[in-house]
């Protein structure tokens, strides 16, 4: 028997939109005395849970904020979104596999969007 796996669709999320979406399943499967919640959905929540920041409406209007930005595409869009980098350092960092690097005048303009944000 040969099973096989298809992509069927893929869209960017932040981990506040994720957490929203995980509390809706927990909630699902607590209502369902029978069903446990595997370890990995567990692991997720409680990821999510601590690393989820801004309410699902806030990083969302940050990512298109970002996306307004030159130097920022979309995977780096929700990169910031998620880790809301406080530094030039920090920020750094996400572009560290880019083949290129940002002014410090572009490293300001990306954390002053953050900044209104965080």
Do not use: C
């Not at 399943?25 to 601590?50: F, P, Q």
């Not at 530094?87 to 005048?105: P, V, W």
Request: glycine share 0%; hydrophobic share 40%; aromatic share 6%.
């Amino acid at each position: 028997m040969t099973i096989f796996k298809q992509k069927v669709d893929e869209e960017y999320l932040t981990v506040s939109e994720v957490k929203s979406l995980l509390q809706d399943v927990e909630a699902e499967r607590a209502a369902d005395e029978e069903r446990e919640i595997r370890y990995e959905l567990a692991r997720a929540i409680e990821h999510v849970n601590r690393f989820a920041i801004l309410d699902p409406e806030e990083s969302r209007e940050l990512v298109e904020d970002l996306l307004e930005l030159e130097k920022v595409d979309e995977t780096t869009a929700f990169k910031i979104a998620d880790l809301l980098p406080q530094s030039r350092d920090e920020l750094r960092s996400l572009y560290a596999q880019q083949r290129y690097a940002l002014s410090g005048d572009e490293l300001d303009e990306i954390l002053n969007v953050v900044a209104k944000y965080a």
